[in-house]
C-alpha cells in the first residue's frame, strides 16, 4: 500500500529534482511479470527509484545488503519492496542471507511479478558498464513457475553525478525469453550465455544525455532568482548535511533526492502557516510562488555544460 502511494508522488518529485528524463521504448513499463528487468547501476538508489517509478506494475528490487544494516533501515527500505543482497566485501558471513534474497526473488517471479536487480552489482558513480555478477542469471535458472519468464535489460545514464537538476536517459530493451538466454544444460554455460547477451544488449541501451536545453526567457529567468532567494536557506541546509552524511560514498543523489521528497512539504507548509498569520499573504499565493520558481531554478540554475 506504502509503495502505491508513494510511486506518484515520487514521479512528481522527479519532475522537480530532474531537468529531465528521457525515456526510450516507454511501451515496455506495461509489461507484465514474470519480468526480471536487469539494469546497469550507475547511481546507487536513485537508478530504482527512477526505474520503479514508470513501471505500472509494482517493482521489487535487489538492493545493497549493507543499507539494510540498521533496523529502522531495513523496516523503510522493506516498505518500497527492497531486497537485502550482499557482495563479499560486505562481510563473507553475510552472504549466506543471499539465499534468502533469491528465494524471494524466485518466489515473486513465480507468482507473476516484476524483480530488478543490477546486473553489475556495484555502483561506482559512472556510465561505463561494470564486469556483471551471476546473480540474474541465477534468477532466471532457478524460475519454476507456470509462465513464461522475460528478461528485460535496461540502460540508464546521467548527464552528471551528485548533483541534482541532472539530465537521465532511460532505455528499455525489448524483453526476451529467458529459455532463449539459457540454451545449455550445462549451468555455468547457461550464466556466461546469459551474461553475453545482456551485456551485448545493455551496452546499445547505455546513451549518456546531453543537458537538456531551455529556452532563455527574461520572465522565467527572473522568477528562478527570485526561487533561489526563498529556497536558499532551506536548501543549502539540507545540502550540507546531505553531502556530510554521504562523504566518500556514492549515496549523494539518493540521499539528497529522499531528504528533499520528506522535508520540503514540511518546509512548504512551514512557509504558508507564517506567511498567512503574521503577514497575510494568500497560502494558495505562496504555494504557488514556491513550487513554480522550484521547477524554474531546475531549469536556469543547471545550464548545459
Known amino acids: 500500500m506504502i509503495y502505491s502511494i508513494l510511486k506518484p508522488l515520487i514521479r512528481i518529485a522527479l519532475f522537480f529534482f530532474c531537468r529531465k528524463i528521457f525515456i526510450q521504448n516507454k511501451s515496455a513499463f506495461n509489461i507484465k511479470g514474470p519480468l526480471l528487468l536487469t539494469a546497469n547501476h550507475p547511481n546507487s538508489f536513485f537508478d530504482a527509484i527512477i526505474i520503479g517509478a514508470f513501471f505500472k506494475q509494482r517493482v521489487h528490487f535487489l538492493a545493497r545488503g549493507d543499507a539494510f544494516n540498521k533496523p529502522y533501515h531495513r523496516f523503510l527500505l522493506s ?10 566485501s560486505e562481510g563473507k558471513e553475510n552472504l549466506v542471507n543471499n539465499n534468502y534474497a533469491f528465494a524471494a526473488s524466485k518466489k515473486i517471479l513465480e507468482n507473476k511479478g516484476i524483480v530488478l536487480i543490477f546486473i553489475e552489482g556495484i555502483c561506482l558513480l559512472t556510465n561505463q558498464l561494470q564486469p556483471f555478477k551471476k546473480g540474474a542469471a541465477r534468477i532466471a535458472l532457478d524460475y519454476q513457475g507456470q509462465n513464461a519468464l522475460q528478461i528485460l535489460p535496461i540502460g540508464i545514464a546521467y548527464d552528471r553525478f551528485n548533483a541534482w537538476g541532472k539530465t537521465v536517459h532511460v532505455a528499455l530493451g525489448n524483453p526476451i525469453l529467458a529459455k532463449q538466454l539459457l540454451p545449455f544444460t550445462d549451468r555455468a554455460k547457461n550464466m556466461n550465455h546469459f551474461n553475453t547477451e545482456i551485456k551485448h544488449r545493455l551496452e546499445q541501451l547505455i546513451i549518456v544525455p546531453s543537458t537538456a536545453q531551455t529556452k532563455k526567457s527574461k520572465g522565467l529567468h527572473l522568477l528562478a532568482q527570485v526561487g533561489i532567494l ?6 543549502s541546509l539540507v545540502q550540507k548535511q546531505v553531502k556530510i552524511k554521504t562523504n566518500r560514498t556514492v549515496f549523494y543523489d539518493s540521499v539528497l533526492f529522499g531528504s528533499l521528497f ?12 507564517i506567511a498567512y498569520w503574521f503577514i497575510g499573504i494568500s497560502t494558495y499565493f505562496i504555494l504557488a510562488l514556491f513550487i513554480i520558481s522550484a521547477r524554474t531554478i531546475v531549469l536556469y540554475k543547471n545550464p548545459a555544460k
Do not use: D, E
Request: aromatic share 18%; proline share 11%.
Open 79 to 88: 516498505l518500497l519492496n527492497m531486497i537485502p543482497i550482499y557482495r563479499l
Open 262 to 273: 520528506i522535508l520540503y512539504p514540511v518546509f512548504l507548509i512551514l512557509i504558508s502557516i
Open 230 to 235: 526563498l529556497h536558499q536557506p532551506f536548501f
